[in-house]
């Protein structure tokens, strides 16, 4: 299938190009690289043996998105594009309005009119905002508490809109727990840029010394060892978690809702221990107060995404640990030593 990968270059983006490609697809990335790095493009082709089409493009220029179309008469859009960090869009909020949403009218404009009838779309359990009950299930209540987090409420609601005027599309709405990990080959993987927000990448570059020390925001909550629990899932399961849900789109049309999670949670302090264990790498932290905003538990159920989508993640904490640990160890400067690479290639 011809498949239009948006954010293509990013995290996530970049190791489901892989995994399309790997299945037979043929994918045309568009990004603008303002979070990734042109070299991830080299990086694709050596794991998969293909050129990779991509376009630099913004996705809020309605003109540039409708020649994309004509250009490439997509079947499938995945629709990784976005802004992302939750403390940015507080200090931010209208870029994330005009980058989250913008983007996603003109790509569903542009899919009416070039007749793409497939959407998958990236959303996240940032919806779930503080639940009583966990696992936690996509028909739970809503609710969210930064602008990040509402520019995914805001577009759950408008495809939900759109799959009911327009009934010939196939929308999913995938909802990610805590992507980590990094794809085996330690060739692509996670590359924050300046100070990591997220638990995984700043834990690594603990362990690698780059940081003096993790720290571990609360050792007060409401769980067995004190520390926030998560369910973090490795990210080439993600990817393939949208290959099932594009294969089920082939033959169905309406939204349908999934968590994407391993369905177990794992504390601050049990994936540190997990990464020194599988590392050998001693990760120095210290505790601090909580984050604000952060919740105890989240983990996923996820049996709608195993009923309907017949999938369901299958690598581990420790494959988790070791794969991005290969990549910090590989490229510890990620994309941006590029001269490392060639060197490597001749
Ligand atoms: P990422 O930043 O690595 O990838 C996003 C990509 O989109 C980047 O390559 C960036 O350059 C590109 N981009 C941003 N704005 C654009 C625009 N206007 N036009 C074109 N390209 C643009 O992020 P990721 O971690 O791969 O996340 C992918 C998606 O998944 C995002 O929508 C994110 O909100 C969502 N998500 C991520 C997580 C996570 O923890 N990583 C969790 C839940 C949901
Ligand atoms: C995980 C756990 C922290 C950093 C965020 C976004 C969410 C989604 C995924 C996009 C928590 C603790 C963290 C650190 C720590 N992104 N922690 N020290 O908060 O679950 O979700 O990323 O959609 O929207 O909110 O992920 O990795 O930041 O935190 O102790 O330096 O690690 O308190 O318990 P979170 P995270």
Known sequence: MKILVTGGAGFIGSHTVVELIQSGHEITIADNFSNSNKEVLSRIKLITGQETSCYCADL?????VNRIFRIERPEAVIHFAGLKAVGESVADPLSYYDHNIGSTINLLKSMRIYDTRIMVFSSSATVYGDQQHMPVTENASLSVTNPYGRTKLILEKMLEDAGKAYPEMSISILRYFNPI????SGLIGEEPQGTPNNLAPFLMQAAAGVKKELKVFGSDYDTPDGTGIRDYIHVTD????????????????GVGTYNLGTGEGTSVLQLIT???????????????????????????DTNKARKELGWRAKRNIKTMCEDMWRWQLQFPKGYKNIKTLEAEKR
């Open 181 to 184: 990990g990094a794809h085996h």
């Open 60 to 64: 809020r220029k309605e003109e540039v």
């Open 238 to 253: 993600l990817a393939l978690g949208h290959i099932a849900a594009l294969n089920k789109g082939m033959d169905h049309t």
């Open 274 to 300: 997990a990464f020194e264990e599988v590392t050998g790498k001693h990760v120095p932290f210290v505790v601090t107060d909580r984050r604000e905003g952060d919740v105890a538990v989240s983990y996923a």
